[in-house]
């Protein structure tokens, strides 16, 4: 009953009800879908909170590069840490590595984006000749 109590106590509600996060994968879904998912937060909330554990770390590091390189975003904060996860398999708490960025979008987030949404319509409009 103690580590209950001490869980709930340690749960941050700030954490819990954020709608700009992203909690990546290395598995569940391809690194694109990341990336285009990053964009759209940063439309909706003018920043995006990209974070993963363990081996997804490469992944989220790997989103963040791009948005950067592409102009699309600078970071605002690095955070790492170490977090106890349950292993069922040996019934003891295992350490993982976590990471979160903070991105926020540049000043021309907005132009780049029509610029390739407008880039897009015209490659569509050349294939249906």
């Known amino acids: 009953m103690e580590e209950i109590v001490e869980g709930v106590n340690n749960i941050n509600i700030s954490d819990v009800h954020k709608k ?3 909690q990546v994968s290395n598995t569940k879904k391809p690194l694109f879908f990341y990336v285009n998912l990053a964009k759209r937060y940063m439309q909706q909330h003018n920043e995006v909170e990209l974070s993963a554990l363990g081996m997804a770390i490469a992944t989220v590091v790997t989103v963040a590069e791009i948005l950067k390189n592409n102009g699309l975003a600078v970071e605002k904060k690095i955070m ?14 295992v350490q ?3 990471i979160e960025i903070v991105l926020v979008k540049t000043a021309n987030f907005d132009e780049l984006m029509a610029a390739a949404a407008e880039e897009r319509e ?6 249906q000749s």
């Open 20 to 22: 700009n996060r992203i």
């Open 80 to 93: 790492t840490s170490t977090v106890d996860i349950k292993d069922d398999s040996r019934g003891r708490p």
């Open 96 to 98: 993982k590595a976590k």
């Open 122 to 127: 015209n490659n569509e409009g050349d294939g």
